[in-house]
T-cell receptor
Framework: KNQVEQSPQSLIILEGKNCTLQ??????????LRWYKQDTGRGPVSLTI?????NTKSNGRYTATLDADTKQSSLHITASQLSDSASYIC???????????FGRGTSLIVHP | EAQVTQNPRYLITVTGKKLTVTCSQN?????MSWYRQDPGLGLRQIYY???????DKGDVPEGYKVSRKEKRNFPLILESPSPNQTSLYFC?????????????FGPGTRLTVT
């Protein structure tokens, strides 16, 4: 069964600091990996989308990396802001499937 | 403004009373899907639709129905809701399926079945 595991489950950091969130998956064959940001009570918003051939993708202060060989991805947030407080969800799709596998998310809290 | 809308946003109902949650997108997207989100479980896909009149089951379709009679609308129907369908529901759409297409989520519908 396809699985997506995210760590840590929750994280508290101070404003201005950097942080890295992890995503490990077993989905195979791999199609793409997406990172979403979900504010409390709102729908997820896409941050990055990576295919097999891409190992880095940036979106402003967010940088995602992908190692398809080890089936690992990370999301690095630079110079965190209070508005970065949210849940970050990793989603992996299997080639030929229309049903993505979602991780349970990492809850990030940024304190002033 | 390009968006996915859902109605209602909040709904409290009783077991067995049929309900429909509407979803509409104004981006001419072909692919639409429904998800439920439960604490500790993450998002799970209920149904998806590749285009008008083309729908298929996701991970957790039991107890739900959908229809896609028009490209812009993708309602979720609970014929006989039960308490285990209490959840936060999201509709999403994308131009097409595939790794390059960004998926846009609606604001969510919080459903409570008593």
């Amino acid at each position: 069964k396809n699985q997506v595991e995210q760590s840590p489950q929750s994280l508290i950091i101070l404003e201005g600091k950097n942080c890295t969130l992890q995503c490990n998956y077993t989905v195979s064959p791999f199609s793409n990996l997406r990172w979403y940001k979900q504010d409390t009570g709102r729908g997820p918003v896409s941050l990055t989308i990576m295919t097999f051939s891409e190992n880095t993708k940036s979106n402003g202060r967010y940088t995602a990396t992908l190692d398809a060989d080890t089936k690992q991805s990370s999301l690095h947030i630079t110079a965190s802001q209070l508005s970065d407080s949210a849940s970050y969800i990793c989603v992996v799709s299997e080639r030929g499937s229309y049903i993505p596998t979602f991780g349970r998310g990492t809850s990030l809290i940024v304190h002033p | 403004e390009a968006q996915v809308t859902q109605n209602p946003r909040y709904l409290i109902t009783v077991t067995g009373k049929k309900l429909t949650v509407t979803c509409s997108q104004n981006m001419n997207h072909e692919y639409m899907s429904w998800y439920r989100q439960d604490p500790g479980l993450g998002l799970r896909q209920i149904y998806y639709s590749m285009n008008v009149e083309v729908t298929d089951k996701g991970d957790v379709p039991e107890g739900y129905k959908v229809s896609r009679k028009e490209k812009r609308n993708f309602p979720l129907i609970l014929e006989s809701p039960s308490p285990n369908q209490t959840s936060l529901y999201f509709c999403a759409s994308s131009l097409e399926t595939g790794p390059v297409y960004e998926q846009y989520f609606g604001p969510g519908t919080r459903l409570t079945v008593t």
